[in-house]
């Protein structure tokens, strides 16, 4: 079964009479349905609870049906997935061996990023179609030459696009994990590529798959995926298509002075349609620019008590452990520079080596009395000849006034505090050397914890599950085998 059905209400219905084919009369017979996203699957599935009894009916993205159906074919064969930061040190590597056009920027992370990019689209060309590429210049010719090499390097393991084209063959060959699966039906799926198009068909052509596709009816919208679904025809079976019906939508137009005002309108409004009985989960804001707009709607919505989900409107960076990292990297840079040691410390709540707070104020003064301006060398000779000034002080006074020569020595015991701690500071943030992505993190995560201290509880050494430390072991021994 193919069908081409309107987004909303329509695609639903289909499903629903999809999942009833499927199973023929036996509420047990399994059936699989491949969404979008695992987002899409669990609301679709809630929704689908309240129209129909669901027994037996799996929500999964295609990648893991092809994994349950390809993986095992790929395991006899030697070969073990393709993880994140394996396939970003196989481009590092031939970027290293030869960049050829890319010499300039090579050790640069957008470049790593851009190649890596690149070879995602170029998955699934023959030798032909890289050929013709490679031709048309210098630079497509090293990407293509690249590639190639990045193919060989990482030849023992498998990606997506392997998997699913595994899953095709395992098809092919009656897999017994399609018993587990049942019936396949890929519900709403976008941007399908060449090897989704031959795992989906390899299915249908066994009866065991059929296709819901959505049309916006938007004639220029539709097309991509009218091309996608005649694709798959031939293996699925006819066409049938369900045309959108027109529906009217209510449009305003409004002036308002600011964005927070603009804001504040569409809090009322969105108020108004709620009142009026509009489900929230049906209801969204849409703004064209991400600032200011981003921000200002996640707190208006907090402010007027609405429930939301969006986009985060804080990076990591703008946590305080993302400034106190970077704060900390750049006193390095500036060569301890007072001005900037002095608004690091009062920019998060700073720990000094004994756990206690670090009494940032009284530093501040402490050193612009001492004549500080840069340098960690500087730091330590000008505290070192200030505190001692401050002791001979303290030892004239103590006969006269005990009081005021114990807050003397007192500021002098702060000033070699602070040359200690600035002096410990710049033995904590020296790398030493090349370090691997393993060793920046944990040096890392060392960092937070002597001048932040646990605040956010995350696992010391050791916590990981075995499963995982058993993955990432493996993981960095291929790293290594690769370097």
């Known amino acids: 079964m193919l069908r081409l059905v309107p987004y909303g209400p329509a695609a639903l219905d289909a499903l629903v009479e999809a999942i009833a084919e499927a199973k023929a009369g036996d509420l047990l017979a399994p059936v699989t349905v491949a969404v979008p996203s695992n987002y899409a699957g669990l609301s679709i599935r809630g929704t689908l609870a309240r129209l129909a009894p669901i027994v037996n009916v799996r929500f999964l993205v295609l990648s893991r049906v092809a994994e349950l159906l390809g993986a095992p074919l790929l395991a006899k064969e030697g070969r073990t997935p393709l993880g994140t930061w394996m396939r970003t040190e196989a481009i590092r590597a031939v970027l290293r061996e030869a960049p050829g056009v890319f010499a300039d920027v090579a050790e640069h992370p957008a470049t790593e990023r851009a190649l890596g990019a690149t070879f995602k689209d170029l998955r699934g060309l023959d030798g032909p179609a890289l050929a013709r590429i490679a031709a048309r210049g210098p630079r497509q010719g090293d990407t293509a030459r690249l590639y190639t090499r990045f193919l060989e390097l990482t030849a023992g393991f498998y990606d997506e696009t392997d998997l699913i084209k595994a899953a095709a063959q395992a098809v092919q060959r009656r897999s017994p994990a399609e018993g587990d699966l049942g019936h396949v039906i890929a519900h709403l799926l976008e941007g399908l590529g060449p090897a989704e198009t031959a795992l989906l068909s390899a299915l249908g052509r066994r009866q065991r798959a059929s296709a819901i596709f959505g049309l916006t009816g938007d004639a220029a919208a539709d097309q991509s995926t009218r091309a ?140 612009k009395e001492a004549g500080v301006v840069s340098g960690s060398g500087q730091w330590k000779a000008r505290l070192g000849v200030y505190a001692a000034k401050l002791r001979r002080r303290a030892s004239e006074q103590g006969e006269e006034d005990g009081s005021l020569a114990a807050r003397i020595a007192q500021d002098a015991e702060v000033a070699e505090r602070l040359a200690r701690f600035v002096g410990g500071l710049g033995e904590a943030l020296s790398v030493p050397g090349k370090r691997s992505a393993g060793e920046l993190a944990t040096w890392i995560m060392g960092v937070l914890d002597q001048y932040l201290g646990r605040m956010s509880g995350w696992p010391r050494e050791g916590a990981l599950s075995p499963d995982v430390q058993t993955e990432i072991d493996a993981e960095r021994a291929a790293r290594e085998a690769i370097e």
């Open 228 to 367: 996608a679904a005649s694709t798959l025809a031939w293996g699925l079976g006819d066409l049938e298509e369900t045309s959108p019906t027109v529906v009217e939508t209510a449009t305003g137009v409004a002036s308002v002075t600011d964005p927070e005002e603009e804001l504040r309108l569409v809090m009322r409004m969105l108020a108004g349609e709620l009142e009026a009985g509009a489900p929230l989960h049906r209801t969204t804001i849409l703004y064209r620019n991400k600032e200011p707009y981003a921000l200002l709607a996640h707190e208006q919505l907090h402010a007027a008590g609405i429930p939301h989900n969006g986009p985060a409107v804080q990076t990591l960076a703008q946590t305080v452990y993302g400034r106190t990292l970077l704060g900390a990297l750049q006193l390095a840079v500036s060569d301890f520079a007072r001005d900037e040691v002095m608004e690091w410390l009062t920019g998060a709540p700073i720990l000094e080596p004994g756990g206690g707070p670090a009494p940032a104020q009284r530093w501040d003064v402490v050193s």
